[in-house]
């Protein structure tokens, strides 16, 4: 069932508007509000952070067990569906990439500075470091939004593919700074494993050679950030050109892109024989 999951998840991505009905995180942010203000959670903020992850996965858990044994577990499925839409990264990556890379494109660097702080939240000291930058976004928000959550709905389940995103807004949405703290060392956790799978899928599509350079001396480490690693190999497995304005530029993005539509196919087709195989 986890297999036909995904790829409903594909159909809904591609051919649907359900992923932004689906991903309403009011309910979750009134929690993290009331979280924040309670006396005892706000300084204990591990205690905070296992109320926002660990009750409204306890509540799925419960769900899926009442549903599993009814109908050969097919009432389930939805339920599986709606968990990973849900979990999957917020927002449309390559919509807020467009504007961009048409200023990019036509040379006009003081629009994509504009456009990038105020779509991407990105800024630079000079044109070629904001092209960087830009890659970098790409690659980490595929990463965060789709492969992490794949990958853990892959090998646990969709319990934690939703405890993967809600540490995730936790880390991104907290106010108060130990509690912030908490959820990016628990995600840091989370993703240390699905990103270095990752960078081994990078090297298998793309520069096997290039990636193990990259690699080779991280592969173990603890102290690196998914984001860093994630960025690193994807430049060494797509053989990123210098960044330049213009059209080699957004050919850059393209080929990133590329990169990570081939590392997707990739772990569908692994899934696809492992499901056969068990």
């Given at each position: 069932?986890?297999f036909?999951?995904?790829?409903?998840?594909?159909?809904?991505?591609?051919?649907?508007a359900?992923r932004a009905?689906i991903?309403?995180?009011?309910?979750?942010?009134?929690?993290?509000?009331?979280?924040?203000?309670?006396?005892?959670?706000?300084?204990?903020?591990?205690?905070?952070?296992?109320?926002?992850?660990?009750?409204?996965?306890?509540?799925?858990?419960?769900?899926?067990?009442?549903?599993?044994?009814?109908?050969?577990?097919?009432?389930?499925?939805?339920?599986?569906?709606?968990?990973?839409?849900?979990?999957?990264?917020?927002?449309?990556?390559?919509?807020?990439?467009?504007?961009?890379?048409?200023?990019?494109?036509?040379?006009?660097?003081?629009a994509?500075?504009?456009?990038?702080?105020?779509?991407?939240?990105?800024?630079?000291?000079?044109?070629?470091?904001?092209?960087?930058?830009?890659?970098?976004?790409?690659?980490?928000?595929?990463?965060?939004?789709?492969f992490?959550?794949?990958?853990?709905?892959?090998?646990?389940?969709?319990?934690?593919?939703?405890?993967?995103?809600?540490?995730?807004?936790?880390?991104?949405?907290?106010?108060?700074?130990?509690?912030?703290?908490?959820?990016?060392?628990?995600?840091?956790?989370?993703?240390?494993?699905?990103?270095?799978?990752?960078?081994?899928?990078?090297?298998?599509?793309?520069?096997?050679?290039?990636v193990?350079?990259?690699?080779?001396?991280e592969?173990?480490s603890w102290?690196i950030?998914?984001?860093?690693?994630?960025?690193?190999?994807?430049?060494?497995?797509?053989?990123?050109?210098?960044?330049?304005?213009?059209?080699?530029?957004v050919?850059?993005?393209?080929?990133?892109?590329?990169l990570?539509?081939?590392?997707a196919?990739?772990?569908?087709?692994?899934?696809?024989?492992?499901?056969?195989?068990?």
């Amino acid at each position: 069932m986890n297999f036909l999951v995904l790829l409903l998840v594909l159909w809904v991505e591609k051919f649907s508007a359900w992923r932004a009905r689906i991903q309403q995180d009011g309910p979750w942010l009134h929690l993290l509000a009331a979280t924040e203000r309670n006396a005892l959670t706000a300084s204990q903020p591990w205690l905070a952070l296992a109320a926002l992850v660990l009750l409204p996965v306890a509540v799925l858990g419960v769900v899926l067990l009442v549903l599993e044994p009814v109908a050969y577990g097919w009432l389930a499925l939805p339920v599986h569906l709606l968990v990973v839409i849900y979990s999957l990264g917020r927002g449309d990556l390559l919509a807020a990439l467009g504007p961009f890379r048409d200023s990019w494109r036509r040379g006009d660097a003081e629009a994509a500075y504009l456009v990038a702080r105020r779509d991407l939240a990105l800024e630079a000291d000079e044109e070629g470091e904001l092209l960087q930058r830009v890659q970098g976004h790409l690659v980490w928000q595929a990463y965060q939004s789709f492969f992490a959550v794949i990958f853990w709905y892959a090998l646990l389940g969709p319990l934690a593919a939703l405890a993967y995103r809600l540490v995730a807004l936790s880390s991104e949405q907290a106010t108060q700074p130990a509690l912030r703290e908490a959820a990016v060392q628990i995600r840091h956790g989370f993703d240390w494993l699905p990103v270095r799978v990752l960078a081994a899928s990078f090297a298998l599509v793309g520069n096997f050679a290039g990636v193990s350079r990259a690699l080779l001396h991280e592969l173990l480490s603890w102290d690196i950030s998914a984001a860093q690693l994630a960025i690193i190999t994807a430049r060494a497995a797509g053989e990123t050109p210098e960044p330049v304005i213009g059209e080699a530029g957004v050919s850059s993005l393209d080929g990133l892109w590329q990169l990570l539509v081939r590392a997707a196919v990739f772990w569908y087709a692994v899934f696809a024989v492992w499901t056969l195989l068990i």
